[in-house]
């Protein structure tokens, strides 16, 4: 059973708040990893990390951006929400070994008015 | 790039019909196969993963091999169930890539009884 949490599990708020969706994993992995989730299901990579204070930007560039202070945590942040960070955002971990599936946590779905 | 190619959705089946999802790759490499599955409100779960040509993955009835000929990861359950009403996810991680799982479009299941 994979031990990664996403906080919250759903967000509704106004245009121009500042937001930042948790997501912590309990198995000391290095890797993680956060995903984009179009209404259609379509994920897209948006940053990862491949330990602390190591972070790089993903496939899909995003206006948010994320920290990798201790090795558990790993947060996501947009400094001023729009309508069209609408959208769920998945979390994701993996030990630092060849042919290990990436964890996956329950997902934020984000609505921003 | 790396590219996965998975079957059009959405699949309605009848309970206890026989489930294909076809996928094919594209990569350079000896890439590592995953099938992941998304429950209605949730996160990606691990469903099989198979880690060299010839490999059969398996787990819950569902089963995949990993056709190295044909490029192909195509996911088969012998009789289906209402529970595996699901959207369901052909991945690959290239390790002699950026260890970044590359995802298909995703496949939309839903089993009536």
């Known amino acids: 059973e994979a031990d990664i949490y996403q906080t919250p599990r759903y967000l509704v708020i106004g245009t121009g708040k500042k937001i930042t969706l948790e997501c912590s994993q309990t198995?000391?992995?290095?890797?993680m990893y956060w995903y984009q989730q179009d209404p259609g299901m379509e994920l897209h990579l948006i940053h990862y990390?491949?330990?602390?204070?190591?972070?790089e930007k993903g496939d899909l560039s995003s206006e948010s951006t994320v920290s990798r202070i201790r090795t558990e945590h790993f947060p996501l942040t947009l400094e001023s929400a729009r309508p069209s960070h609408t959208s769920q955002y998945l979390c994701?971990?993996?030990?630092?070994?060849?042919?290990?599936?990436?964890?996956f946590g329950p997902g934020t779905r984000l609505t921003v008015l | 790039g790396d590219s996965v190619t998975q079957m059009e959705g959405p699949v309605t089946l009848s309970e206890e019909a026989f489930l294909t999802i076809n996928c094919t790759y594209t990569?350079?490499?000896?890439?590592?196969l995953f099938w992941y599955v998304q429950y209605p409100g949730e996160g990606l779960q691990l469903l099989l993963k198979?880690?060299?040509?010839?490999d059969k993955g398996s787990n819950k009835g569902f089963e995949a091999t990993y056709r190295k000929e044909t490029t192909s990861f195509h996911l088969e359950k012998g009789s289906v169930q209402v529970s595996d009403s699901a959207v369901y996810f052909c991945?690959?991680?290239?390790?002699?890539?950026?260890?970044?799982?590359?995802f298909g479009t995703g496949t939309r299941l839903t089993i009536i009884p």
């Open positions: 994701a971990s993996r030990e630092d070994k060849n042919y290990n599936e990436q964890f």
């Open positions: 198995m000391g992995h290095d890797k």
């Open positions: 990390s491949y330990g602390v204070n190591s972070t």
């Open positions: 990569a350079t490499g000896y890439p590592s």
């Open positions: 198979a880690t060299k040509a010839d």
């Open positions: 991945a690959l991680n290239n390790f002699f890539g950026n260890e970044k799982l590359t």
